[in-house]
Each structure stands twice: as C-alpha cells, then as structure tokens.
C-alpha cells in the first residue's frame, strides 16, 4: 500500500497536499540511486518538482542524466531511495501502471509506434481511457498540436524527426499525466524545430500546469524555459540554479566545472 509523502527533499520539497504560489509538489525523488547490473550511475539524488515546473538536467555525457529518468520509469535498476508521484510511492508500481498514476514519458528514442498512423499512435497512448473519454482526449490533445491535425493519417514512421518529437509528446499527454518526463527531446532535431519543441510546446506544457523534468543538452535554450536548472555531473546533482541565470556557454562551462556552487 502506498505510504504518503515525505514532507522534505533535501529541505526543498513540501507535502504534496500542500500548495501556494509555487504549486503543489509532484514528483518529489528521494535519496535515489540508479543503474545497470548493480552498478550504480546515479547516486544519492534528490530532487522536487512542482506542478507548472519545468526542471531542466544538464551535464557532461556519461553523467547519469538519462538514468535517472530511466530509474523512474523501471528501464534502469532502482538501488536505492524512493520516488513519490502526486503523494504517493511509485518506486515499485510495475512500469505499466505508471501511466495510470499519472506519470508521462518520452524517451529518447524509440518515442513513436513507427508503423502507426499519427491518429492510431494518439489513440495507443489512451489505451487506458474509456473509448468516449479517449476519442474526447484525442481531439483534445490534436488541438493542443495543430502541427497534427492533417497529419492523422500519414503514418508515423515517415514523419519528420519535430513531427515525430510532437507526435511523442501527444502521445504522452494522452492519459492527462501529472508530471512528463523528457529525454532529450531536441537531439537529432534542427536548431529552429529544437526551439520549437522547447520554447513553444515544453513550455506551452508547464503553462498548463503539467511538472516538467526535462534532460537536455540544449542547455542555453532549456534553460530559457526552465524554472530551475540542476547540474549533473558524475551521477550526482552539483549546481542548482534558477533557469534564467544561465544565459551564456561561460555559465554552464562554470556550473560543468563545479565552481559555482550550489544555490
């Protein structure tokens, strides 16, 4: 049975039950460790998310960013800590009723059913609603994404690598998640559809009141949207900043480095 809340992250989060001009806690991730075969790439990171947040991960390659997002879902080992979803401990809810919970996830790849049309990708990320409940949501969420409305019937494996993106996004939204988690949703995309799916639909997500954390490489323009930007390096969360402090390369080249501290 699930336990509720702790009332602290790191002196940061609050109960989920509490709210107030910042928002009600999330997704509040405790003392988490995470990895492969045992081995730990993550260690001892906490974190929390409010509803309407987007908080963005940076860091160097290898530092465990994707991991950590991988942990939540159950695609990487859980080896320590607790994660905790709208008040409630999901660290061992199987990966298939995470959605259910209100958890929404994009990976990196693999983000689309690529023989599926755009419409039938929609309707498979409402599976778990009740048909009239899931033909409502689809044109709910294909109003949220003009970009897909005259693509419903093209099939997803022929769209474009932003139409894709969207499309994964849609997808995700499709149960109405409380929290969406990002992997690196502008690699492998042009500078202006990156900036397109950043500045436009993340942020468009966060105004809606849905908790972002969002791992991106990007890390000027992520920062741009993000209401708060927390350095990884080496498994471990180093920095925290407010996102529109960082603006330039030499402020995330300082936080890389570890010489900005923590705040």
Request: aromatic letters at 4%; a negative charge; one cysteine or more.
């Amino acid at each position: 049975m699930a336990s509720e809340a702790p009332g602290a992250v790191d002196g940061a989060a609050r109960p989920a039950s509490d709210s107030g001009d910042e928002g009600e806690t999330v997704l509040a991730i405790v003392d988490y460790s995470a990895g492969y075969a045992g081995h730990a790439v993550v260690s001892g990171v906490s974190l929390a998310l409010r509803a309407g947040e987007v908080v963005c991960i940076i860091g160097p390659n290898g530092a465990g960013k994707s991991t950590l997002l991988r942990g939540v879902t159950h695609d990487a080992q859980r080896l320590a800590g607790r994660v905790w979803l709208n008040g409630q401990d999901i660290s061992e809810v199987p990966a298939n009723r995470l959605a259910s919970r209100g958890l929404g996830w994009v990976p990196q790849l693999d983000d689309v059913f690529p023989t599926l049309t755009v419409k039938e990708n929609l309707a498979m990320g409402g599976y778990l609603l009740p048909r009239t409940e899931g033909k409502a949501r689809l044109e709910q969420v294909a109003g949220m994404f003009p970009l897909l409305a005259p693509l419903m019937g093209a099939v997803a494996g022929r769209l474009s690598g932003g139409e894709r993106k969207v499309l994964a996004l849609g997808r995700a939204l499709m149960t109405n998640p409380a929290v969406l988690l990002l992997d690196e949703p502008s690699a492998g995309l042009s500078p202006l559809m990156a900036d397109q799916v950043l500045k436009v639909h993340v942020a468009a997500l966060a105004r809606s009141g849905v908790g972002v954390l969002l791992v991106e490489q990007r890390a000027i323009e992520a920062a741009a949207i993000a209401t708060r930007v927390d350095v990884m390096v080496a498994g471990e969360i180093v920095a925290s900043r407010p996102g529109g402090t960082i603006a330039d390369v030499e402020a995330v080249a300082e936080l890389f480095l570890g010489t900005g501290g923590s705040g």
